[in-house]
């Protein structure tokens, strides 16, 4: 399935969220953080599964449209709702899903 990576996250009121005080938020720095951060009980993580979301991290680094699997997206979708809160967690899935992501 095609997902636009470079779409920005918006806040609440449609504002772009900002990565810092220069750069928007978009779905590709939502997805890599998710995949290359490390959580509690990963610490027994086999190799493969770590090996499998850093390949899958340089995949989506900086790219806009992209084609991924149902279980890329069902690993990311997961790894978000770890990382981070409700709103990039609502905002993200329906991007993920293929969607418009503006809800």
């Known amino acids: 399935m095609k997902i636009d990576f470079s779409k920005i996250i ?3 009121s449609g504002k772009p969220i900002r990565k810092d005080a ?3 938020t978009c779905l590709s720095h939502i997805c890599t953080e998710a995949l290359l ?3 509690q009980g990963d610490e027994q993580l086999p190799r493969d599964e ?3 979301r850093g390949k899958l991290a340089e995949k989506i ?3 806009s449209i992209l084609d991924v699997t ?3 997206v069902a690993m990311l979708q997961t790894l978000i709702g770890k990382a981070y809160g409700p709103l990039i967690v ?3 899935e329906p991007m993920l899903e293929g969607e ?3 809800s």
């Open 10 to 12: 918006t806040d609440l």
């Open 22 to 24: 220069e750069t928007d």
């Open 37 to 39: 951060s490390i959580y």
């Open 50 to 52: 770590k090996l499998k």
């Open 61 to 63: 680094y900086g790219q």
């Open 70 to 72: 149902v279980a890329e």
């Open 90 to 92: 609502t905002k993200t």
């Open 100 to 102: 418009d992501g503006d």
